[in-house]
């Protein structure tokens, strides 16, 4: 495994069924595509899923950020590139190019994720799992030409704009709801009308704390005003249960251009 170069490359079928009304690919669903691809890439590196399962760890997502100048259509394929950029105690930086069957750049993506115990909840420290393999496969040099990983601002005047109950095909392997699953009820917070005339440039997330099925999320949506040619809006998600008071889970930001 050690022979395996740092960067993956993986080639993903955009199927006509993860595409909206434009027929080019869902946000969420190009958000699946690169979590597979970390997936592949650890797995095949030797600390990925396959393994830490049997030692009861798992991969949580920490934070994420997408930036696309164009996305691909329906029947096209892509491809996806994946590195460490990063290797701490607890949190590693895992960055994403991705490229059409010409080479052409799309996007990019920049990712940190924590190593967990499966059942005590708790951050494991990276370097202790399989001796530290991890640390081999960092590559600093190559580029990932976006901003860095954004601090999400949401103020607490933001407005409550939608709640929603949480079901069977929110929750993932990991058995709380799903981090793209977020995301898509983010987006979905526009209509059809607005993606008519406005395009997704930009989301960052950033993974606050787990909730899980049949815990009610609230939307809390502030706009922003900016010099530039994007629209910004930031939303704050909460949970709310039966057994604990509203507490926030995830917080994004999502760019659009007109």
Not at 80 to 105: A, C, D, H, P
Request: aromatic content about 12%; hydrophobic content about 35%; some cysteine.
């Amino acid at each position: 495994m050690n022979e395996l170069p740092k960067i993956g490359c993986y080639k993903f079928l955009v199927e006509p069924f993860h595409c909206d009304f434009s027929k080019r690919l869902f946000l969420g669903h190009l958000g699946n595509h690169l979590l597979n691809a970390a997936d592949f890439h650890s797995n095949d590196r030797g600390y990925g899923m396959n393994y830490l399962h049997t030692v009861n760890k798992t991969w949580v997502l920490s934070r994420l950020t997408i930036e696309m100048s164009e996305y691909p259509l329906a029947y096209e394929t892509i491809n996806i590139e994946t590195w460490l950029k990063s290797v701490m105690r607890y949190f590693t930086g895992r960055n994403f190019k991705i490229t059409n069957e010409q080479g052409n750049t799309l996007g990019y993506g920049k990712s940190v994720w924590a190593m967990i115990d499966v059942e005590t909840r708790q951050p494991v420290n990276l370097l202790d799992v399989c001796n530290g393999i991890i640390s081999t496969f960092i590559d600093k040099e190559k580029e990932c030409n976006i901003d860095k990983l954004s601090r999400v601002q949401v103020s607490e005047t933001a407005s409550l704009v939608r709640s929603i109950d949480t079901h069977y095909s929110d929750v993932d392997m990991n058995g709380h709801i799903n981090s793209i699953k977020y995301i898509e009820h983010v987006l979905d917070l526009w209509s059809v009308d607005w993606y008519q005339q406005h395009t997704i440039k930009r989301i960052d997330v950033a993974y606050v704390a787990e909730s899980h099925q049949g815990d009610q999320l609230n939307f809390y949506l502030e706009p922003f005003t900016s010099a530039q040619e994007s629209e910004h809006y930031s939303v704050r998600i909460t949970k709310v249960n039966s057994h604990e008071a509203e507490t926030e889970v995830c917080r994004c930001a999502v760019y659009f251009l007109k």
